[in-house]
């Protein structure tokens, strides 16, 4: 079972938007913050990175797509983008089209 915002607020006896804010660093008293982090421990709430994401409309992702992944060339090239994208805090999500023109269409639609 998954802990929500909801689970921690009811243990920290305070709003969901009190406890956003709390946690994203937002106006709030100390004493409330350190509530809201006493309930997120004893809840063992773990923020969902996805939705976060989603809700800022910033997914953090970068879409790499190579025509043949056992060419050393884009195995290099799919390492270098990863390297760098992790290094930004971004992600990568990767497609091999293996040089098919119809995946490669696929890909671009």
């Given amino acids: 079972m998954s802990v929500g915002i909801r689970d921690v607020a009811r243990v920290a006896g305070v709003s ?3 406890v956003s804010r709390a946690l994203g ?22 923020p969902n990175l996805s939705a976060r ?10 879409g790499l797509i190579v025509a043949d992944i056992r060419n050393p060339f884009f195995t290099a090239v799919s390492r270098a983008v ?16 293996d040089e098919d023109p119809a995946r490669e269409a696929m890909t671009s639609a």
Avoid at 53 to 62: C, G, V, W
């Fill in 82 to 97: 990863e390297d760098a994208a992790y290094a930004a805090g971004m992600r990568v999500i990767l497609c091999n089209t």
């Fill in 25 to 46: 660093r937002g106006p709030v008293s100390e004493a409330v913050r350190e509530q809201v982090e006493a309930a997120v421990r004893a809840t063992g709430y773990r």
């Fill in 53 to 62: 994401r989603l809700r800022s409309k910033a997914a953090q992702t970068i």
């Fill in 16 to 18: 969901t938007a009190t």
